[in-house]
Every structure is written in C-alpha cells, then in structure tokens.
C-alpha cells in the first residue's frame, strides 16, 4: 500500500511562504506522479500543483501559478510544495495525492492515495 504523511502546514500572514512536505512510500515513490490538492469549507477539493515521475513535468492551477513550486527529492522519498506569497484564498486543508501513473493529471479522480492533510491559514 502507498502511504502520504504531509507536514508543514500553518497559521502565516499574508503575503509570507510556507513550504509543505509529503513523505511517500519508498518503493513506489520513484515510479509516479504525485499532486497537492486543497480543500476549503464548503467547497470541492481542487488541483494545486503535480509533478510526473520523473520529476521533469510539472503542472499549476492558474490561480498559484508564479507562487507555488512543487519539488520532489527521491532520495528522500519526499515531495515539497514551496508556497510564496500566501493570500488568504489560500487558506485550505492541503492534501498530498499518489497516481499509480507516471504522467502529471490533474483531476482528483486520476489519483487513488491520499494522506491526511495539512492546514493552511492566512490571514490578512
């Protein structure tokens, strides 16, 4: 089984960075793409950023593109998420995602493991 542990979320101000990480299974973390996803109250969990297995494709909502790096470290088996600039419609519950693919997608159906979540507050 794939298992995600994400870290890193927190209470920030606007306009300061934060950096998430996702700690992946090790035998599998080198063969598949992973994604950030978020999720506010009230709202459908939304693509935030992937990465291909490789780590040479890489995909952006338009709303955090020019803010949000996604990385992946494969000797760590760790995936990052480097959010600058934070605005308050960041604020959500981020969630580290697996597809058991190597190619970057962006739809929450295309991928079929999810760690807990981390929180994102930023206030104005």
């Known amino acids: 089984q794939v298992q995600l542990v994400e870290s890193g979320g927190g209470l920030v101000q606007a306009g300061d960075s934060l950096r998430l990480s996702c700690i992946a299974s090790?035998?599998?973390?080198?063969?598949?793409?992973m994604g950030w996803f978020r999720q506010a109250p009230g709202k459908e969990r939304e693509f935030v950023a992937a990465?291909?297995?490789?780590?040479?494709?890489?995909d952006y909502a338009d709303s955090v593109k020019g803010r949000f790096t996604i990385s992946r470290d494969t000797a760590k088996n760790t995936v990052y998420l480097q959010m600058n600039s934070l605005k308050p419609e960041d604020t959500a519950v981020y969630y580290c995602?697996?597809?058991?693919?190597?190619?970057?997608?962006?739809?929450?159906?295309?991928?079929?493991?999810w760690g807990q979540g981390t929180q994102v507050t930023v206030s104005s």
């Open positions: 990465i291909s297995g490789s780590g040479g494709s890489t």
């Open positions: 090790r035998r599998t973390f080198s063969l598949y793409a």
């Open positions: 995602a697996v597809r058991l693919g190597g190619r970057v997608e962006v739809l929450v159906s295309d991928y079929g493991y």
